[in-house]
């Protein structure tokens, strides 16, 4: 079955960097658009950034600049990096791929953001 993996997470100063980590299994990675997603205390689930199959890239207009999705084959993982982060970066990181047609969470991972 689909397995995804977070792992990274942790407490950070403002203006520091984490970088993310989503191991996949069950499915052929290569093939599938992978997605970073997250929720705020209290919010609803947010779109974080996008990285095709071919590499292509998207990411939400509060990320820009700052954040780097990337993704190896060879491992069967997709990466978030984080630089330049604020308190309002503060929240459960998801790694999410659709497979078959069925949507695939994974658990999440806590990233706080304050001094």
């Known amino acids: 079955q689909v397995q995804l993996v977070e792992s990274g997470g942790g407490l950070v100063q403002p203006g520091g960097s984490l970088r993310l980590s989503c191991a996949a299994s069950?499915?052929?990675?290569?093939?599938?658009?992978m997605s970073w997603y997250r929720q705020p205390p209290g919010k609803e689930r947010e779109l974080v950034a996008t990285?095709?199959?071919?590499?292509?890239?998207n990411y939400a207009d509060s990320v820009k600049g700052r954040f780097t999705i990337s993704r190896d084959t060879t491992k069967n993982t997709v990466y978030l990096q984080m630089n330049s982060l604020k308190p309002e970066d503060t929240a459960v990181y998801y790694c999410y791929a659709t497979w078959r047609g069925s949507d695939n969470w994974g658990q999440g991972t806590q990233v706080t953001v304050s001094s």
């Open positions: 069950g499915f052929t990675f290569s093939m599938r658009t």
């Open positions: 990285i095709t199959s071919l590499g292509g890239t």
